[in-house]
């Protein structure tokens, strides 16, 4: 199975401040056939479900906001959110979606406003 | 609007089973994968089964590989889980979760149910 690694486990940012959680992948999720990496990020909010922000490594999803932004290709990914607001207070995890299940995801990155 | 309703959670005795169910509207449901995915108290996210839209092919974990059995009926726009064999280390809050397609490989989680407990405890 693929395993994923997140760091930090936590990080504290001041509001306004960039916040960046990176992700490494212990195979490649690039697929050279569509140069596509199989790659999402999710938000979870205390008490609540976790929510997708990004796929394809980059490709945010409809309705998050632009200060979310995803990089990397092949095993190293980057999560940054340009200019923290206190509502993006939670925990951040990684998953890849690579071939065939099982899918993982990183063991998670708690975000808290310094 | 997509909305996943998971239910069927609750207290179980270890070795014990649980059917847990998801019902799906805002969509057309025959024509999307769904899976499960689970998190232990104050853990984080771990993977547990998936059922492609075309009903063909289904996966598990090896973690529940042999106990737990994902079906949906199309009819009812229902997914399941059967959890059979029930152990402490299955207590989590399961969600189901939709893909954006109707494979199962290859594709990300685009929403999530709110999901159920199940608690494994004598």
């Known amino acids: 199975d693929i395993v994923m690694t997140q760091s930090p486990d936590s990080l504290a940012v001041s509001l306004g401040e960039r916040a960046t959680i990176n992700c490494k992948s212990s195979?490649?999720?690039?697929?050279?056939?569509?140069?596509?990496?199989?790659l999402a990020w999710y938000q979870q909010k205390p008490g609540q479900p976790p929510k997708l922000l990004i796929y394809w490594a980059s490709t945010r999803e409809s309705g998050v906001p632009d200060r979310f932004s995803g990089s990397g290709s092949g095993t190293d990914f980057t999560l940054t959110i340009s200019s923290l607001q206190a509502e993006d207070v939670a925990v951040y995890y990684c998953q890849q979606y690579y071939s065939t299940p099982p899918y993982t995801f990183g063991q998670g990155t708690k975000l808290e406003i310094k | 609007e997509v909305q996943l309703l998971e239910s069927g959670g609750g207290l179980v005795q270890p070795g014990g089973s649980l059917r847990l169910s998801c019902a799906a509207s805002g969509f057309t449901f025959s024509s999307y994968a769904m899976t499960w995915v689970r998190q232990a108290p104050g853990k984080g996210l771990e993977w547990v089964s998936a059922f492609s839209g075309s009903g063909i092919s289904t996966y598990y974990a090896d973690s529940v590989k042999g106990r737990f059995t994902i079906s949906r009926d199309n009819s009812k726009n229902t997914l399941y889980l059967q959890m059979n064999s029930l152990r402490a280390e299955d207590t989590a809050v399961y969600y189901c979760?939709?893909?954006?397609?109707?494979?199962?490989?290859?594709?990300?989680?685009?929403?999530w149910g709110q999901g159920t407990l199940v608690t494994v405890s004598s």
């Open positions: 979760a939709k893909s954006p397609d109707m494979a199962v490989a290859g594709h990300y989680f685009q929403h």
């Open positions: 195979q490649s999720v690039l697929y050279n056939f569509n140069n596509k990496n199989y």
